[in-house]
């Protein structure tokens, strides 16, 4: 464990817990994808089979169990919870996430480190975490001024990509056999799917004003 | 520890 990895960790967990505090205090998900929270709890829940059989250390598994505690209580919350479900735009968040299950899926039975049911499904929740925030971004695209909660959330997603990249830097100069080429490459293409977003970000935050995307 | 050729990150 490293000081990037660390840090990235608690910024994906700042991330969620900032959007599980938003949901459940002011009972409210304006703004934010159900779409992309679906493809987050589907990415846990291809991730974490090994939760019960491969023991690598209690940090991990207690952050797994966070993690798919998290997702997955949003996703309902989203979708059930009778006051908060009323504020979910549906018409907005039109982003046709199926349409990113199915290429990942096959990409990663093309593209893996070992083909058995795990290893693909792991490597399938990787190319799928690549591409999830998408209908979250698309969404601040249509809904133009983004609440700061859900800016936040997406920084910090953004960051904990950003950390990460350098814990593998970090790792491959520590570790002489850490390649994983795979995982590198895909939480680039994450990472610089916020890029953009990271500009705009800044741009309202330099200059002070509320935080919107160009249509 | 990190477990070697096991997927040990989150």
């Not at chain 1, 846990?44 to 997955?72: E, H, P, Q, W």
């Not at chain 1, 080429?181 to 935050?205: E, H």
Request: overall charge positive.
């Amino acid at each position: 464990m490293n000081i990037f990895r660390l840090a990235g960790d608690m910024t994906h967990l700042a991330s969620v817990l900032v959007l599980l505090l938003k949901i459940h205090t002011i009972k409210s998900c304006a703004g934010v994808s159900l779409k992309t929270q679906e493809l987050y709890a589907l990415v846990f829940a291809c991730r974490y089979l090994d939760i019960f059989t491969n023991f690598v250390s209690l940090y991990n598994t207690v952050m797994k169990l966070i993690f798919l505690g998290s997702s997955f209580s949003i996703v309902w919350y989203m979708r059930y919870h009778k006051v908060v479900r009323r504020s979910y735009d549906k018409d907005q968040d039109t982003f046709r996430h199926y349409f990113l299950v199915l290429p990942c899926l096959v990409l990663a039975l093309l593209i893996n480190e070992k083909f058995t049911f795990k290893e693909v499904m792991w490597t399938f929740s990787l190319y799928l975490e690549a591409v999830a925030i998408l209908p979250q971004l698309v969404l601040l695209q249509r809904t133009r001024n983004i609440d700061n909660l859900t800016g936040q959330y997406v920084f910090l997603l953004g960051a904990y990509r950003g950390l990460y990249i350098l814990n593998w830097i970090y790792r491959y100069f520590t570790e002489p056999h850490f390649v994983h080429w795979i995982t590198w490459i895909s939480g680039l293409v994450q990472t610089l799917l916020y890029a953009d977003f990271f500009y705009y970000y800044y741009q309202s935050w330099k200059n002070n004003q509320k935080l919107h995307l160009p249509a | 520890a990190d477990v070697i050729g096991e997927h040990d990150e989150l």
